[in-house]
């Protein structure tokens, strides 16, 4: 059995499908339209809030390099050819996702740009808004804890919740969400330690009426 040229035919198939389907997208179409149809920037959303160390992402079904424009100056080189079963209908293959990791706090606060760039032809740029405690790198907090009154929002979300503050991504994560079940279990007595006591008196107030 030939097997290198088995997968050589396969990738070649493949590849002529490929084609096929972006010539036909561009008759369709045209190709302006066709070209974006064949990639999405998924993160960040357009309008949306945007602090500590998270990723870029999206997928493009083909490129020879994928880039981040930030504020139509900033290139950042993603990391590109990542598996994504999902993109297999509309690329015919999977190896389409990109991401690069972002530290927002390296940007000033307020709204800033952000396009995704295929083969150096930019798309069209989205809007998010930054925020961050005026630091590049916030160190020493780690395990910072805060009581929420999410259950009292509108809509209320399930319980309270506990956020926690992870260096790492430079952002808080929720670390619990307790019930007033397990607050009244936890928090009778009250602890006998500062940070836990305040953290039991502002859950306990979550959970009155």
Request: charged fraction near 15%; aromatic fraction near 6%.
């Amino acid at each position: 059995m030939n097997v290198q040229g088995n997968v050589r035919i396969a990738a070649g198939t493949s590849l002529n499908i490929r084609r096929v389907a972006i010539a036909i997208c561009s008759m369709v179409l045209g190709w302006a339209q066709c070209v974006f149809a064949q990639q999405q920037l998924e993160n960040p959303r357009p309008n949306s809030f945007q602090s500590g160390i998270s990723p870029i992402s999206g997928w493009v079904c083909n490129a020879q390099k994928v880039q981040i424009r930030i504020d139509n100056q900033i290139r950042l080189d993603t990391v590109y050819g990542t598996g994504r079963e999902d993109t297999r209908q509309q690329c015919g293959d999977t190896n389409n996702g990109f991401n690069v990791l972002v530290n927002w706090n390296e940007l000033n606060e307020g709204v800033h740009t952000v396009a995704l760039c295929v083969n150096d032809v930019c798309g069209k740029n989205i809007s998010v808004a930054v925020t961050s405690y005026g630091s590049r790198f916030l160190s020493g907090l780690n395990g910072s804890a805060v009581a929420v009154c999410t259950n009292k929002l509108s809509p209320a979300f399930p319980t309270a919740t506990i956020l926690t503050w992870q260096e790492n991504l430079q952002n808080w994560t929720i670390g619990l969400t307790p019930t007033c079940g397990e607050v009244d279990g936890q928090c009778t007595p009250l602890p006998s330690d500062a940070a836990g006591r305040k953290l039991c008196t502002d859950l306990i107030e979550c959970c009155r009426l």
